[in-house]
């Protein structure tokens, strides 16, 4: 199987890469900035701009893959910083990558949306959120600065289902909780270096309050999924949740604290602020999908620091 990355260097890409030669599979890689990409034997490199229409369907003509998986992306907050550029990467990229494998007959693609689709539903505790759950969305009701990052992603969804309903593209979405682990550069910065700091014996301040929650999943989890639904020869759904470990802050600190000897300090005068479960039992149910408990994620991250 002939897959291509595009967003290979991002914390997603960059693993999935890896994971990928490891196993044999043949990878070519794209990016804006290859960077970060892993320069392994066996891939093939091609510097691109997904908001380049040509570049995207040039590089699917040259290398004729079997598999697409899209990742480039101006992730979270990332997506506030310039927001006709986020249009540019998060919407026309996007469309730019199904239009081109519509007309390359590609047989999948396969993307990232976010749980952050669900953002909108009001939090009620003991919520177990699944695939089909409703998904209102409203700027006017649930406005916050990380809705505009779901809101193109509610859009990205909508191009995929027209691009499945009227041009018969197979086309796949795998809804992610916070990501963490080795290479996580962008979105929320502590989620990027709470392992790192622990292991190097520095504390981490989180401008959040102890009792806000958080769904996390670890990045081996997340290329795990990313791999069985890219590489099955059919599938069931559309959509697969990653799920996540939903925890407190609180619950984050001591664990750290303890099992890493790190210093994670929540700020109790913010307001606190919360998620809801998200089910992977659909994943779990197809493909025998699983995620690490959040203690075994940090003492496995851990271990590659030391
Ligand atoms: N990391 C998370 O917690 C998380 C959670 C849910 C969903 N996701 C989604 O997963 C996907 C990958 O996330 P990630 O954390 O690996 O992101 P990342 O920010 O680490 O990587 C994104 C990559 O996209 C590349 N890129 C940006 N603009 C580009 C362009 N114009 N052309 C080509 N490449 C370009 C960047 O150079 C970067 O390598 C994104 O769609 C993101 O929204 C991530």
Redesign the pocket.
Known sequence: MKTLI?????????NLTSKFIEQDESVIC????MG??PNLDGVELVQ????NYDEVLQTITKYEPDRIV???????R?ALQDLSLSL???LL?VDNVFRASVESSVPRVV??????VYSSIDYEDGIVVSEDSPRPYSPYTAFNTASY?SAL?HMNEYQALLYASREGLDVCAI??????GP?????YPW?GSFVEDAVAGKTTNVPMHPDSTFGL?YVDD?IDLFEKVTLAKKLNFDVYNTGGNLISLAEIAETVNTVLGGNFVPDSTKEPTFQFNISNERAHNEFGFKILSFEDAISTHASLLS
């Open positions: 595009i967003g290979s260097s991002g914390l997603i890409g960059r794209m990016d804006l900035d970060a990409t691109g701009d997904v908001t899209h990742l480039a992306y101006l992730v979270g990332g540019r990467v998060n990229g993307w990232a949306s976010t749980l952050g990052y992603k809804r992610p909780s916070t990501v963490f290479g996580r550069y962008t979105g989620v999943v997340v």
